[in-house]
C-alpha cells in the first residue's frame, strides 16, 4: 500500500511494522509511530487552516481509536462530536465543537463510560498521512470519520438521543 512506502521512507528495510495497540495499524514503532504520525497531523492543522477544516474530525477519530490514553468522559464527548459533525455539523466550518456543546461537558457531566469495540474501524491514521492537498486531506479525514463511527456503531443511539435532548433547535436544523 502507499502508505507503507510513505512510513517507510528513512526507515532501512529492516525497519519491523508493529501494530498499534489503540487502532491496529501496522506502522514502524507500534503505539510510539502512530502518536508520531497524529503529531504530524495536528502540527498540520495548526500550520495550515487549509488543513486544519477538519481537525476536530480528526482529534475525534484517534480519540476513538486510542481510549486506553484518555478519561472516562472522553469517549462520550468525542462519539458526539463525531455523530454532531457526520450528522448535524457546519462540514465547511473550521472544525471548532460548538460552544452548547463545550458548555454540557465542563465540570463532570452525567455520560455513561461507554466500552470501546474490538474493532475500532479500518481506516487510521496512516491512511490519512501524507497527503498533498488539503482536498484529500479532508476526504480521507471524512473516510475515517466513517469507519470510526461504524465501529462505534453500538453507542450510535445513544450519542443521536444524547443529540436530539441538548442540542439547541437551530443547531438540528442545520447539516442534513
Partial sequence: MQWQK??????????ELKPCSGCGAL???GDGGCQELFNQLLAR???????????MLAVDCHSLQHPENHGYKSNSVHLLSLCWQLEHG??????????????????????????????????????????????????????????????????????????AEKMPQEESRRGR
Avoid: C
Wanted: hydrophobic residues 35%.
Fill in 45 to 55: 492543522d495548526y500550520t495550515n487552516p487549509l488543513f486544519g477544516s477538519v481537525h
Fill in 90 to 163: 457546519d462540514k465547511s466550518g473550521p472544525g471548532v465543537m460548538p460552544k452548547w456543546m463545550r458548555q454540557e461537558f465542563d465540570g463532570r457531566p452525567a455520560v455513561p463510560k461507554l466500552e470501546p469495540p474490538k474493532n475500532r474501524g479500518q481506516v487510521t491514521i496512516v491512511d490519512v498521512h501524507g497527503v498533498t492537498t488539503p482536498a484529500e486531506h479532508g476526504e480521507r479525514v471524512r473516510r475515517w470519520a466513517a469507519s470510526v463511527w461504524e465501529a462505534w456503531s453500538a453507542h450510535q443511539a445513544w450519542a443521536r438521543q444524547w443529540l
Fill in 6 to 15: 510513505t512510513l517507510q521512507k528513512g526507515h532501512s528495510d529492516n525497519t
Fill in 27 to 29: 506502522l514502524p514503532g
